[in-house]
């Protein structure tokens, strides 16, 4: 076949760098260390002398923003203004407990927290008073709920999942990011909130106290701390910490007490920080370093604003490779590389990138915040703005970022890091033109996890080819026992073998083996053994898997295999959002017609039975990235098999 002999041509081909993947890592300096080091300390600002933003009484900040985006904030709060605090009764909060159903009370939850944001936004848009009443209903409404932690997070309490112990705070992702929400609010409208009553301004610093900061300081058992556990914390880490650390900034008046409070949060940064793999790789995907490796950097201005300067950390190398990862992860337009539940589609801060790659003067970051819709940023699709330090920040930067130039789209990535072992390599820098692939090894105990060492994902002029699904709506299931029973966890539902019936396995030792990587001109490669990410009952010898792209031509996939015994119980699963036409032995055409794509896919042998099933995704979060339905390709050998080499070929159709 044609393509046999263009691949092994390009097999014996020179390569330029070959980088082994297993790293070890050492520790990036301490963040803690260097706050004193600098005597930043001595420069922190009290709560009456920081002022990160304009308050509503600064008329003239407010006036010069944007027309355009002043009629949204107001129309919004108008819309909001007209509507009743919704109820959060305990039969809702039970409903996790009860059912595994988290949704619901999270939608509730998430609406009074918009309704919030967009009524004290529209106050210090207007200035008017017409939003005050509104604003102040929502305050109270908040203060008044037993606990700001989600079902989902309430069972760190000592009574266990259910209904809260309000005797027990329990400082979590949204209990903290409460406590920063109504902190902004408290910063900006105090003294107008205080014409409806002082008692709301008194409320809120009481609540922020008694909830959070007082629990924060005195506790170092919640897990997310890092404190007495192995191993690095994941995004709630930097996540917790920065709405913590932003409402301490604002509210706390207490000025023995408020450089404790930052000291502490940066002993708990240090534990995301210091052993943070020195790529940058962020094993949970680019979803989810919108709340990781974005969430540091959230810390990091907030403590370089508070101490004037003085606390600055944007030369450290660890620094600077968290910023990039989220570049080196790009695909195209709004795409991601699809890791784990990382969503294919993520929700991704555009100003705090284009912040980051200002700070550490890196002009691929910056352009690549005007990938997306440029002011979106600012909203979720229905809930009205979200993070109000992050909506504050985008609005007052908001005509740098419109500024800004196209997406960078790097040509080639290598992140070797043994927990990611992530290569991508597009057609050629600059442009989505082409073909785009990244594949990756790593092990199956990442934060976030699916199953899935050795998947990879294959894009056409910027739209998916060979996809990775990502994850379903959370529910009680997804953390817990049964979590490797959500199919789209599991790695039959990725781009990979089933041997004998045997599925990856879930936990550490279950990991890519003899990993490699390799990019110059003309191809890029990523190498690796699959047979130790199988449990023994696999009877795997060997599956060396290479992901190669050869610019210009086609990605190309080869398996090269030994089993223990011969066995024609192999399957090779592809999935994909294209309708598929088997034309012939050997040939399959991927097709989706509104996206303009039409692909073939060539294997060999040609006398693999293949098998197309479709996937009905009753899932509304899986719907909204990949339509109503998915397709599992299916390949099978005919007959009995201990070694074998598999190839398949992506390239245009035409």
Excluded at 86 to 94: D, F, R, S
Excluded at 111 to 120: D, G, I, P, V
Excluded at 390 to 403: D, G, K, Q, V
């Amino acid at each position: 076949m044609h393509f046999r002999k263009h691949f092994l041509r390009y097999w014996f081909a020179a390569i330029a760098v070959v980088v082994v993947a297993r790293t070890t890592c050492a520790e990036n300096a301490s963040l803690a260390e260097r706050f004193d080091d600098r005597n930043a300390g001595s420069a922190l600002l009290s709560a009456a002398d920081w002022r990160p933003f304009p308050t509503a009484g600064e008329r003239p900040s407010w006036e010069a923003l944007p027309d355009d985006v002043k009629r949204r904030i107001v129309a919004l709060a108008e819309e909001v203004a007209e509507r009743a605090v919704p109820a959060l009764p305990a039969t809702l909060y039970l409903e996790y407990r009860r059912v595994g159903d988290r949704e619901r009370y999270q939608n509730v939850w998430m609406e009074r927290r918009a309704m919030l944001n967009a009524l004290a936004l529209a106050e210090c848009v207007e200035a008017g008073g017409r939003f005050l009443d509104p604003l102040a209903n929502v305050a109270w409404a908040i203060c008044e709920e037993s606990s700001w932690t989600w079902p989902a997070h309430i069972g760190r309490q000592k009574a266990g999942v259910g209904l809260p112990d309000t005797s027990e705070p329990v400082v979590a992702l949204f209990s903290a990011e409460t406590a920063a929400s109504l902190a902004w609010v408290v910063y900006l409208l105090e003294d107008r909130l205080d014409e409806v009553s002082p008692q709301i301004g008194r409320r809120i610093r009481r609540e922020i106290d008694q909830r959070i900061l007082t629990p924060y300081l005195q506790r170092d058992d919640f897990d997310w701390m890092g404190f007495g556990r192995s191993g690095r914390p994941n995004n709630w880490n930097p996540w917790i910490n920065s709405n913590v650390l932003a409402a301490a900034l604002l509210v706390e008046r207490d000025e023995a007490r408020r450089p404790a409070i930052v000291r502490k949060a940066l002993r708990c940064l240090d534990r995301f920080f210091m052993p943070y793999p020195p790529d940058g790789s962020c094993d949970e995907g680019p979803s989810y370093w919108g709340h990781a490796g974005a969430s540091l950097f959230d810390n990091l201005e907030l403590l370089h604003s508070a101490t004037q300067g003085k606390f600055d950390v944007y030369d450290d190398p660890a620094v600077r490779a968290i910023g990039r990862y989220i570049y080196l992860t790009h695909v195209a337009d709004n795409a991601f590389v699809c890791v784990g539940d990382c969503d294919a589609i993520p929700s991704l801060p555009r100003d705090l990138i284009y912040r980051y790659g200002r700070r550490i003067d890196d002009a691929n970051m910056q352009s690549l915040a005007a990938a997306g819709r440029v002011g979106d940023e600012l909203w979720s699709e229905a809930r009205g703005p979200w993070s109000m330090m992050r909506t504050l920040y985008a609005l007052f930067n908001l005509s740098n970022l419109r500024e800004a130039k196209a997406a960078p789209l790097v040509r080639d990535a290598w992140l070797g890091h043994e927990d990611m072992q992530l290569m991508a390599a597009r057609d050629k820098a600059g442009s989505a033109e082409g073909l785009y692939v990244a594949a990756w090894g790593g092990h199956n105990a990442q934060s976030h996890n699916h199953n899935d060492v050795g998947n990879y994902i294959v894009y056409h002029d910027g739209r998916p080819v060979i996809i990775d699904v990502g994850r379903p709506t959370y529910t009680r299931q997804t953390f817990s026992r049964d979590r490797y029973k959500i199919w789209a966890m599991q790695s039959a539902y990725h781009n990979l073998p089933t041997v004998n019936g045997q599925m990856q396995q879930p936990g550490r030792q279950y990991a890519a083996a003899e990993v490699t990587s390799a990019a110059d001109d003309s191809a890029a490669e990523l190498k690796l053994n699959l047979a130790s990410a199988y449990p023994a009952s696999a009877g795997i010898a060997s599956w060396v898997r290479t992901v190669r792209l050869v610019r210009g031509h086609s990605v190309q996939v080869t398996d090269e295999f030994a089993l223990v015994e011969p066995s024609s119980d192999i399957v090779e699963h592809l999935i994909t959002a294209c309708d598929v036409e088997n034309l012939a032995a050997g040939r399959l055409r991927l097709v989706q017609q509104e996206a303009g794509t039409d692909v073939l896919v060539r294997y060999d042998p040609p006398e693999l039975d293949v098998d197309v099933e479709t996937i009905e995704l009753d899932d509304a979060k899986l719907a909204g990235i990949w339509g109503q339905r998915l397709r599992r390709i299916s390949l099978r050998p005919r007959r009995p098999l201990q070694r074998a080499t598999w190839r398949f070929e992506i390239s245009a159709a035409n």
